[in-house]
Nanobody
Framework: QVQLVESGGGSVQAGGSLRLSCTAS????????MGWFRQAPGKEREGVVTSDSNNKTDYADSVKGRFTVSKDNAKNTLYLQMNDLKPEDTAMYYC????????????????WGQGTQVTVSS
């Protein structure tokens, strides 16, 4: 059973930066994909970025050029560097892992972290 633990959320002003971390334990074997999702109050969970075991990535249009995903395989950690944050980025951010390939469909991921809150004020 894979466990994912996120950290790094917080409150910043618009234009600021945050770096989220997601550490996986329990082992990710074979072809897998990890991703960051976010969910704002009253809205559906949406994909932010996905990254597969070949380090191919897809970004949501709303974050392209501002967010960057990276991995430290030795630490089993996925990072999300978020720059030029906007109030509309305010949400709970979740790390996810699954074997369904790069997709923004939450149902394709069967391992989820508990989430970390990001709040951006104007």
């Amino acid at each position: 059973q894979v466990q994912l633990v996120e950290s790094g959320g917080g409150s910043v002003q618009a234009g600021g930066s945050l770096r989220l971390s997601c550490t996986a334990s329990g082992g990710l074997y074979g072809n897998f994909c990890m991703g960051w999702f976010r969910q704002a109050p009253g809205k559906e969970r949406e994909g932010v970025v996905t990254s597969d075991s070949n380090n191919k990535t897809d970004y949501a249009d709303s974050v392209k050029g501002r967010f960057t995903v990276s991995k430290d395989n030795a630490k089993n950690t996925l990072y999300l560097q978020m720059n030029d944050l906007k109030p509309e980025d305010t949400a709970m951010y979740y790390c996810a892992a699954g074997a369904g390939g790069r997709t923004f469909l939450p149902a394709s991921y069967n391992n989820w972290g508990q989430g970390t809150q990001v709040t951006v004020s104007s």
